[in-house]
């Protein structure tokens, strides 16, 4: 009896459970690398590829329906990150890979769009406590923090503090 029940109770839970994915449509052909909600209903998008545009996509339905909301011929927009009412993103300009930092304020009636470039490479951004932490790649791998615009090194060999070089040579660093 238990046997039947335990059954019942798995079939049940995990055709409930699965996730309901289905397809849609952003607007745009370009290659699409990061995505990020601030809520259940507003959420950014961007991508582009290395010779075509950069673009960030808005849904303001849960993602649903997409609409352009920034596009620049040459860029691919890596990452996206929302700080304090204020959209940052990472992109790259496809002829020499020189990285860029893409911001706006949300807030604002009209989005104004700043675009710098920037001397850092930054992999993999994570937004904690007001401020966006990152892999800076160019120029050794330091972790980074960017603040109210401003750029600090918190880490200045990452390589060193997590021993990368031996979990590349294949060294066991941790039991």
């Known amino acids: 009896m238990r046997s039947i029940l335990l059954i019942a109770f798995i079939a049940f839970v995990g055709s409930s459970a699965q996730a309901q994915w289905y397809p849609v449509t952003s607007g745009t052909t370009e290659y699409l690398h990061d995505i990020v909600f ?4 507003v959420g950014y998008c961007g991508g582009g590829g290395r010779y075509s545009s950069g673009v960030i ?4 339905d849960g993602g649903e329906t997409w609409r352009t909301i920034f596009k620049r011929d040459s860029f691919s927009i890596r990452n996206i990150c929302i700080v304090n009412e204020k959209l940052y993103a990472f992109a790259r300009e496809g002829r020499t890979w020189s990285s860029y930092l893409v911001s706006t304020v949300l807030s604002s009636s009209s989005l104004k769009w700043s675009i710098t470039q920037i001397p850092y490479g930054p992999i993999d951004p994570k937004v904690y406590n007001d401020a966006i932490y990152f892999v800076d790649l160019y ?3 330091k972790l980074k923090k960017l603040k ?3 750029l600090s090194t918190v880490v200045h060999d990452v390589v060193g503090i997590f021993d990368i070089s031996a979990l590349l040579s294949g060294r066991r660093v941790l039991s």
Not at 38 to 41: A, P, Q, S
Not at 57 to 60: A, S
Request: hydrophobic share 30%.
């Open 38 to 41: 601030v809520d259940e209903d």
């Open 148 to 150: 109210d615009d401003i």
């Open 57 to 60: 996509l808005k849904t303001t």
């Open 139 to 141: 120029g050794g791998i």
